[in-house]
């Protein structure tokens, strides 16, 4: 028997639907049609409605996503938006390449999502709009920035790449700002074979500009409106992605089941002060893209280690935060600038995670964390 614990296993949902993927696969085949097309389109309202929203624009990659969007509400150069440093680059770099500047504003230590009063703080006349990451699945705290936005007169745009489905008090990521930015990522929770993403918005003028802008700007065709780029979705990605999606809230609740049960067996085993569990915030509904603990005593690295050898799959998400990476330099941030993003940086681990995550799997994950615990005090000791 392989003991080993994958930390994220795409493969099970190939295995599951394999049957239906191949079919759908054959019929984009069979017309011809395999950039945008149909299956795009019938994605596209498939999404908008999952999310709650109206209008969906199927893009190549969810960093894709978050540059049109950005590009759609006119943000560019002189610009800035303020983002979290504690994400995936892309948050940050979509901003640059929009032609604008990323503004950090430092996170809260319990959510990991961008704390709002340092939002406040950051806002100058040159900002623009605010980018809020919905971090390892639940959503940012959107009341405050709310109130943010509209006395500053500022846009929010929602990173959303792992949060399809999320929500917050009752309103579904998708709804809670001007645009939502989605990835199909494979390892996200509605995930494609391949790269594929798509932003939803519930304005028509902006969808449009997006539908141009994906296309080089085109419209009508070789009549460029736009200074736009290629950013299309492949229509066997989309074809994959519609077998998938009626799966997804099935798939959610297992990710969900799954986290409940590593906060059982953590509290079980006298762990909880070596890895400190998630904080499930109210009236949330967090869909648990990643189920993150901070590693107490310094021990981080050490434990990575151990776990390695023993084949489990873990991951660190994120080792570096965005204002100490090397090509953002030119910004001139420096260490100790967001503390409190630095020690999630030094602290925080990724545990096996995905919606057939088995008891079995969790239980030999963590014991092997505490096996490696117990050799630590037999060590001090
Ligand atoms: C995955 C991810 C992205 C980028 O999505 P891609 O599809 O990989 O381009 C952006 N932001 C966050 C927070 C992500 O996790």
Redesign the pocket.
């Known amino acids: 028997m392989n003991s080993s614990v994958p930390l994220c296993d795409i493969q099970a949902q190939f295995r599951e639907l394999a049957e239906p993927i191949r079919e759908a696969v054959n019929r984009v085949l069979a017309s011809g049609q395999v950039i945008l097309g149909p299956e795009v389109a019938a994605l596209e309202e498939e999404v908008a409605r999952y999310c709650g929203t109206s209008h969906g624009i199927g893009c190549a990659?969810?960093?894709?996503?978050?540059w049109l969007a950005l590009e759609a509400l006119e943000i560019g150069p002189g610009d800035e938006v303020i983002v979290p440093p504690f994400?995936?680059f892309?948050?940050a770099s979509a901003v640059c390449r929009a032609g604008a500047r990323p503004v950090f504003a430092d996170i809260d230590p319990v959510s990991f999502n961008i704390d709002p009063e340092q939002v406040e703080s950051k806002i100058t006349e040159r900002t623009k709009a605010i980018l809020p990451?919905h971090?390892f699945g639940q959503c940012a705290d959107m009341e405050p920035l709310w109130r943010i936005a509209e006395a500053h007169d500022l846009y929010i745009i929602e990173?959303s790449?792992?949060a399809i489905g999320s929500e917050y008090h009752g309103k579904r990521s998708g709804t809670l700002g001007a645009a939502a930015?989605l990835?199909?990522?494979p390892s996200?929770n509605l995930g494609a074979m391949g790269?594929?993403?798509m932003v939803v918005t519930g304005d028509p003028e902006w969808a449009a500009r997006m539908t141009w802008l994906r296309t080089h700007g085109m419209e009508p065709k070789y009549h460029h409106k736009l200074l736009g780029w290629n950013a299309r979705l492949d229509a066997i990605q989309a074809a994959i992605l519609r077998v998938k999606l009626p799966h997804l809230d099935r798939w959610t609740q297992g990710r969900q089941a799954a986290a409940h049960r590593y906060d059982a067996l953590i509290a079980d085993m006298g762990l909880e002060h070596f890895l400190q569990r998630p904080v499930e915030l109210p009236n949330r509904r967090h869909v648990f893209?990643q189920y993150v603990v901070r590693v107490a005593f310094g021990q981080r690295d050490d434990l990575v280690r151990h776990l390695r050898a023993q084949k489990i799959g873990c991951e660190i998400y994120y080792p570096i935060p965005l204002h100490l990476q090397e090509c953002l330099a030119y910004l001139d941030y420096h260490s100790g600038d967001f503390p409190v993003s630095e020690e999630a940086a030094r602290c925080v681990l990724a545990l096996p995670m995905f919606p057939d995550l088995t008891i079995d799997q969790q239980q030999r994950t963590l014991r092997a964390c505490a096996d490696f615990l117990g050799q630590q005090i037999r060590l001090a000791a």
């Open positions: 990659s969810g960093s894709d996503a978050l994400t995936f892309a948050t990451v971090l990173d790449a792992q930015c990835s199909f990522y996200k790269d594929a993403g893209n």
